[in-house]
T-cell receptor, first 115, second 113 residues
Framework: DSGVTQTPKHLITATGQRVTLRCSPRSGDLSVYWYQQSLDQGLQFLIHYYNGEERAKGNILERFSAQQFPDLHSELNLSSLELGDSALYFC??????????????FGSGTRLTVV | GDSVTQMEGPVTLSEEAFLTINCTYTATGYPSLFWYVQYPGEGLQLLLKATKADDKGSNKGFEATYRKETTSFHLEKGSVQVSDSAVYFCALSGVDSWGKLQFGAGTQVVVTP
């Protein structure tokens, strides 16, 4: 157990639907990063939150949004889902804003299947 | 922009064989370099890292040296075990990246008894 909890582990939904993925960081970690892992795109950075504030955006579609709550858990919202959104979604957490040069802890991921 | 290129897999080896996975990068300045490992059904785990040129990262028998002159960070292990079967990702964190990682495509390693 890495200490980063992601729920649900698996999600199957239909095209056009909306889903919410949840991430609870390790106790005390203020930074949360979201990544998408797909067969064709590999691992892509989506977004970074630190202590409730958005700090950086990567290759995140406009149909996707995220937030980090006062208790530091984060949610990734995916809407108007398409078949191509099927992927593994990982979150990672770290204690700092500058994250000790990328050395953070990953959760085990949410596998999203859009049918 | 920053990028990482690593050798394609799968790499299939017998137990106790020598493993090398090549990784080269493109980045401005001096990024930090990492190897992450992903076992089936799990998230990524940090295997080792190096934050400046000529640093050697090592862990669990794996080693990688940050070579600025060749922009490389090749992963090596002298004697692999079946339990080393996994996907290995080379990654970098650029100087202005606020810690976000740029990953290579990953290399699957299969070790047979």
């Amino acid at each position: 157990d890495s200490g980063v909890t992601q729920t649900p582990k698996h999600l199957i939904t239909a095209t056009g639907q909306r889903v919410t993925l949840r991430c609870s960081p390790r106790s005390g970690d203020l930074s949360v990063y979201w990544y998408q892992q797909s067969l064709d795109q590999g691992l892509q950075f989506l977004i970074h939150y630190y202590n409730g504030e958005e700090r950086a955006k990567g290759n995140i579609l406009e149909r996707f949004s995220a937030q980090q709550f006062p208790d530091l858990h984060s949610e990734l919202n995916l809407s108007s889902l398409e078949l191509g959104d099927s992927a593994l979604y990982f979150c990672a957490s770290s204690p700092q804003l500058m994250t000790g040069a990328g050395s953070y802890t990953f959760g085990s991921g949410t596998r999203l299947t859009v049918v | 922009g920053d990028s990482v290129t690593q050798m394609e897999g799968p790499v299939t080896l017998s137990e106790e064989a020598f493993l090398t996975i090549n990784c080269t990068y493109t980045a401005t300045g001096y990024p930090s370099l990492f190897w992450y490992v992903q076992y089936p059904g799990e998230g990524l785990q940090l295997l080792l890292k190096a934050t400046k040129a000529d640093d050697k990262g090592s862990n669990k028998g794996f080693e990688a040296t940050y070579r600025k002159e060749t922009t490389s960070f090749h992963l090596e292990k002298g004697s692999v075990q079946v339990s080393d079967s996994a996907v290995y990702f080379c990654a970098l964190s650029g100087v202005d990246s606020w810690g976000k990682l740029q990953f290579g495509a990953g290399t699957q390693v299969v070790v047979t008894p």
